[in-house]
């Protein structure tokens, strides 16, 4: 009967238990009453929930002041932190190689032969372009436009926080504070210090491509208009033009960050469909946003795709190598390093956990809308960790670089912290004194904790990066014996370029004629690049050889150097080359040890021959040093029998392209095999053939002078206006579908 009874006065109920109970007294009676009476904490607690009212009250009616004294006071910090930079200039560490000068960039850029490796005829990367156009903007000063690029990636970064928080939470405070939480994190810092370029683009212009995400998902419902055919009703068009015009800024966005890092196009998809998908977990209409975000994306990726091409379809090959892709690091960062987004130099110990404290509160007192996004927030959170921390546990053995991966992370915690502050300003502040103003106050005590180590990081005036560089190192190296390369070789975050990874993690590279080139950033797709040294070093590592430079020695590998750290300085304790690396070269019987600058080992191939060399038919050894074609390398052809390679005369350099022979002789030109290179001598085009089976040779008359160029550079030029016709036309149509207003003719009466 009771239950009965029961039953039917719920039945008669209207207002929840839940909502009941928020009004209710919380805790022990006995216990708030000897506080109450004692100590008076609910008045000095409600003092202080009236003094935060205040603030905040005067906060929202001097938004303006306020944002202006953020940003200006940030800007501050910027501009101190960056000072020894900005009068230095950026030194040539990991991906920041100089760019030579405005003309070295357009004949990289528009070049049908790439020099990256041992050569290939690959697409130029775009993003040669941009540098181009903005040492162009900057009046042909290209360190300036440089300096200008790295330094301004945490600034642009943090104002794309503040436009993608101020979109999800709709108040100034909140996405100020978001914007705090994104500059302060070790991740730019991190890649700044480390040399990763790729990363630092991706790093600025990810909030910006995640804000116009979220203002097709947070603002889909509101699709009026000015421009509605009729009052209150949707105009179909203006959605339409509204989605694609979405689409074009996106594909736009995602093309200027993909040429610097391609990754883009595959991780901004994979991270808007966790996110979106994320919502299921707090309400309905997630599976919807799911959709929209993960077609929103997709769209934009196809776009930024087509507007990279053909340099995009590279990358695209299933025999690529993966090192185009960035794939070239390993992920061996303990995950305490990864939660606290410390993966390299810049960091503060346990005061990294204060930010994850921080971003839990908007779990802990966010509800509705608040909360659904709050979770979708930390779900981008677990992907930056679980992409950066995973791979190295389940064997990988090369992956991306981690403070790429960490952006994520770093973008999905100042978003759950400026939504944590937007619960607090909105809801918090007006209830009554409970456990969530608790989680406040200690909320707001560990965001503020977490950005003192930025302002410490300050008094460097660097961030991090090293003041000196390899390429000042080897300013020594010149090019009067002919043109060159050195093989670097070691772990891949110390390499001063964009390496390709041999089975077991060992990076490797080549620059040419010393440490500065910019061809060695941007590694090429094709393989073919680097497989003859991929087989020498296997070679060489399997203890099969004890004559390293004699296999280096076509290539042009004059040095080959083994850095213990990204800069020159002096190594920790222990520091080593990977596995038996060092000991290997030291028992190479054709490579002299150098001294050098401390944390290198330098080496010089006593088989050396320059890039451009030539092989007569008749060679007397003595008197000179051994040559690895004297020995065991000699030129496949019918016609020529074995022959050693001697390099030109030292008054007559051959860095131009051109060589003086005086006999019956053989040219060896140490580029990727290609048809399409082609050798000339007294107006005659030279026989051509393959040499090594890789390199190319030619045969030349006595007494001839020779010249050797590339062919296919008549192909690059349609390839040049197909890209400037489809950025003009993305460029065009993203102008033609934005948003116009419908003039509205004035009533009889005066009024609109």
Not at 114 to 126: F, N, Q
Not at 513 to 518: E, M, P
Request: with cysteine; net charge neutral; proline share 7%.
């Amino acid at each position: 009967a009771l239950r009965s009874e029961r039953r039917a006065t719920q039945a008669l109920r209207r207002i929840p238990d839940r909502d009941v109970r928020y009004f209710q007294s919380h805790g022990s009676a006995r216990v708030t009453a000897f506080l109450s009476k004692r100590i008076d904490a609910e008045a000095r607690a409600r003092a202080l929930a009236e003094t935060s009212h205040h603030l905040a009250e005067t906060a929202r009616g001097e938004r303006h002041r306020l944002t202006a004294a953020v940003f200006s006071a940030l800007g501050v910090l910027l501009l101190f932190g960056s000072r020894d930079i900005v009068f230095g200039g950026v030194p040539v560490v990991g991906s920041l190689a100089g760019w030579g000068s405005l003309g070295d960039l357009v004949a990289e850029a528009t070049s049908g032969w790439r020099y990256w490796g041992l050569g290939s005829p690959s697409p130029s990367p775009p993003v040669l372009w941009f540098f181009t156009a903005l040492s162009t903007a900057g009046l042909g000063a290209v360190g300036l436009a440089q300096t200008g690029l790295v330094l301004a990636a945490m600034p642009v970064g943090a104002a794309g926080a503040y436009l993608a928080a101020r979109r999800l939470v709709g108040a100034t405070g909140p996405a100020l504070v978001a914007m705090v939480v994104y500059v302060t994190v070790p991740v730019p810092r991190n890649a700044l210090s480390e040399g990763r370029l790729g990363p630092l683009v991706f790093y600025a212009l990810a909030p910006f491509m995640l804000d116009i995400l979220l203002r097709s998902l947070v603002a889909r419902d509101a699709v009026r208009t000015d421009e509605d055919a009729t009052e209150g009703n949707v105009d179909e068009r203006s959605q339409a033009w509204r989605s694609r015009r979405e689409v074009l800024s996106l594909g736009l966005l995602m093309a200027i960050c993909g040429a610097a890092f391609p990754l883009t196009l595959v991780l901004l998809p994979a991270a808007a469909l966790v996110m979106m998908l994320a919502g299921l977990l707090s309400g309905t209409g997630g599976m919807r946003d799911a959709r929209s975000g993960l077609s929103l994306s997709c769209k934009a990726a196809v776009v930024a795709f087509v507007l990279l091409a053909p340099w995009s379809l590279t990358m695209a090959w299933p025999w690529a190598d993966t090192a185009a892709i960035g794939l070239a690091y390993q992920s061996t960062e303990h995950i305490s390093s990864v939660l606290r987004l410390e993966t390299g130099p810049a960091g503060a110990g346990w005061i990294g956990w204060a930010l994850i404290g921080a971003a839990g509160f908007s779990l802990i007192a966010g509800t509705g809308d608040r909360l659904r996004w709050a979770i979708r927030s930390w779900a981008l959170v677990i992907v930056g960790w679980a992409l950066t921390a995973v791979p190295g546990r389940a064997g990988v053995e090369t992956w991306f670089a981690p403070e790429a991966l960490l952006v994520l992370a770093a973008l999905g915690l100042s978003l759950a912290i400026s939504i944590g502050a937007a619960v607090f300003l909105d809801e918090v502040r007006d209830a009554h004194l409970g456990r969530r103003h608790v989680a406040s106050l200690i909320a707001a005590a560990a965001f503020f904790m977490s950005c003192l180590p930025f302002v410490g990081a300050t008094i460097d005036g660097r961030w991090e990066l090293p003041s000196r560089d390899w390429a000042g190192a080897f300013s020594w190296m010149d090019t009067r014996d002919g043109d060159f390369r050195v093989l670097w070789m070691g772990d891949p975050d110390f390499l001063p370029l964009d390496p390709s990874v041999l089975d077991g993690g060992l990076g490797f590279g080549f620059t040419r004629n010393g440490a500065r080139d910019f061809a060695a950033l941007w590694p090429s797709a094709a393989r073919s690049a680097t497989s003859p040294v991929r087989d020498a070093l296997d070679v060489v590592l399997d203890g099969r050889t004890d004559r390293l430079g004699h296999l280096l020695a076509p290539m042009g590998v004059r040095y080959v150097a083994v850095p213990l750290l990204s800069s020159p300085g002096t190594p920790p304790p222990g520091a080593s080359p990977p596995g038996r690396l060092g000991e290997i070269l030291a028992g190479q019987i054709d490579l002299a040890g150098l001294a050098t600058q401390p944390g290198l080992l330098l080496y010089e191939n006593l088989s050396w021959a320059p890039v451009k060399v030539t092989l007569p038919p008749s060679f007397s050894a003595e008197g000179r040093r051994p040559s690895a074609l004297t020995a065991e390398l000699a030129v496949p052809a019918p016609d020529a029998s074995a022959a050693p390679a001697t390099p030109a005369p030292a008054d007559n350099p051959t860095p131009t392209g051109q060589t003086g022979q005086t006999g019956p002789s053989t040219l060896l030109w140490a580029q990727t095999y290609d048809g399409r290179w082609q050798a000339r001598a007294d107006g005659r085009v030279l026989d051509h053939r393959k040499a090594f089976g890789w390199s190319n040779a030619y045969e030349q008359p006595t007494g001839a002078v020779s010249s050797v160029r590339y062919l296919g550079q008549v192909f690059v030029y349609p390839l040049l206006a197909f890209q400037i016709a489809v950025w003009f036309l993305a460029v065009r149509a993203w102008l033609l579908y934005r948003p116009r207003r419908r003039m509205v003719a004035p009533s009889e009466d005066g009024t609109e």
